[in-house]
């Protein structure tokens, strides 16, 4: 279904040690947890193997140290397909995000960025060649590296989305014309300073976005109301599928490789949120960041 497209992803890798316990700990105090575990995340490796599980030729572009993490997020991205060759090992520490997880599978998160603060803008936009059809970037890289990333690939003609996460206000303004941008709801909020709450500041929010951006289409990830859809005229909310929530980590990475994969297929936004719902539901259903990622015959085999 997608295995004609190129994608290439810009990102953060970062090796995730995931913490799960029934409550999490308030100021000063301490709790037990249940189980704990490493895991290979970071956003950009996140979604290029959502990408990638889905059939995409997928490329990464991003940087980790040659220490113990990064070789096995390196192994990692080999055992998915992901063409690593514009992955850089001459970071000072590789990516850590330290993850806890509540009982009902909410997350919270910190990250040491490491070498993910140390990609080159220029070495990273020479990676978008005449190959790349689609090109996907969050913000767990420098500013400047989104920036020229994002430039280059709207120059090329390449088909844009830009994941928000993790929350800032970034400047948007610097990158006019991708083709979606696509915050959740704190991201949304720092970014405009509107909860997308109720469908009147969804609205707001989204014009709000459109505007600095200059993006084709803003799609907005609403959580457990699913996302919602502006194209400069008309706003469609698009419920989500309901399912045993159980991890929501990368919930939204795989929302949006597989939004951005069913776009540059379709070109129907809607059938893209639609695909991104669904995939979004299933990872949510399932521990881990990547590990959480459906195949195509996860998707053909979900049952609502
Ligand atoms: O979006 C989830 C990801 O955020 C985790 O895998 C973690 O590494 C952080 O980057």
């Known amino acids: 279904m997608y295995k004609n497209i190129r994608a290439a992803v810009v990102g953060s890798i970062n090796m995730d040690i995931v913490l ?60 998915n397909g992901i063409d690593y060759s514009c992955v850089s090992t001459e970071g000072t520490q590789t990516g850590l995000a330290a993850i806890i997880i509540d009982g009902d599978g909410r997350n919270r998160i910190t990250v040491y960025e490491g070498a993910n ?7 990273a936009a020479d990676c978008i060649d005449d190959e790349t059809d689609l090109l996907l970037v969050q913000f767990e890289t420098k500013e400047e590296v989104v920036v020229k990333c994002v430039n280059r690939a709207i120059e090329k003609g390449i088909t844009t989305v830009i ?25 949304t909020k720092a970014l405009t300073g509107i909860s997308p709450d109720a469908e009147s500041t969804v609205l707001e929010a989204s014009k709000k976005l459109m505007q600095r951006s200059k993006a084709q289409f803003v799609v907005l990830k609403l959580g457990e109301r699913g996302c919602s859809v502006w194209d400069g005229e008309s706003l469609k909310i698009m419920p989500t599928y309901k399912t045993k929530v159980v991890d929501t980590t990368a919930a939204g990475d795989s929302f949006t490789a597989a939004l951005a994969l069913e776009f540059k297929r379709s070109g129907d936004i809607y059938a893209a949120c ?14 881990g960041a990547d590990a959480s990622m459906p195949t195509i015959e996860d998707i053909v085999n979900f049952n609502i």
Do not use: H, W
Not at 117 to 123: F, L, N, T
Not at 166 to 171: L, S
């Open 274 to 287: 639609d695909m991104g719902n669904k995939v979004g539901a299933i990872a949510v259903s399932r521990m």
């Open 163 to 187: 994941d928000c996460g993790p929350a800032k206000n970034f400047a948007l303004e610097k990158m006019q014309g991708a083709t979606i941008i696509s915050p959740n709801e704190s991201e």
């Open 20 to 79: 799960n316990m029934e409550k999490v700990p308030e100021v000063g105090e301490n709790v037990l947890g249940t189980t704990y575990g490493y895991a290979c995340g970071g956003k950009g490796a996140n979604q290029a193997i959502g990408l990638a599980r889905l059939g995409a030729k997928t490329k990464m572009i991003g940087k980790v140290a040659d220490d113990t993490n990064g070789k096995r997020l390196i192994e990692n991205l080999e055992k």
């Open 117 to 123: 603060a140390e990609i080159d803008p220029k070495e």
